[in-house]
């Protein structure tokens, strides 16, 4: 069974910084493409990056530039560093990734931005 677990999540001021951190289990990681989601209040949730098997990145356009992803296949772990954030980052974050066909999402964690 697959198992996406986010930690790293919290209360920072505008213009700090976080590291997120999923860990993976019950799947063969270094061959999947892994992402990271966000859902602020009242809205849809949104791609914020994606990270290939061969490290290739894409990122949303209102995080290119101040979020970084990268992954750790000896630690099953993809990461998002995250800085200069903003009061508009306020989401709760995901890590998604599929695999036999199957979508996994992690439980989320919170990510608040004070101003």
């Known amino acids: 069974q697959v198992q996406l677990v986010e930690s790293g999540g919290g209360l920072v001021q505008a213009g700090g910084s976080l590291r997120l951190s999923c860990a993976a289990s019950g799947m063969i990681f270094s061959i999947n493409t892994m992402a990271w989601y966000r859902q602020a209040p009242g809205k849809q949730r949104e791609l914020v990056a994606s990270?290939?098997?061969?490290?290739?990145?894409n990122y949303a356009g209102s995080v290119k530039g101040r979020f970084t992803i990268s992954r750790d296949n000896a630690k099953n772990t993809v990461y998002l560093q995250m800085n200069s954030l903003k009061p508009e980052d306020t989401a709760v974050y995901y890590c998604?990734?599929?695999?036999?066909?199957?979508?996994?999402w992690g439980k989320g964690t919170l990510v608040t931005v004070s101003s």
């Open positions: 990270i290939t098997n061969g490290e290739s990145t």
């Open positions: 998604y990734t599929v695999y036999r066909f199957m979508n996994y």
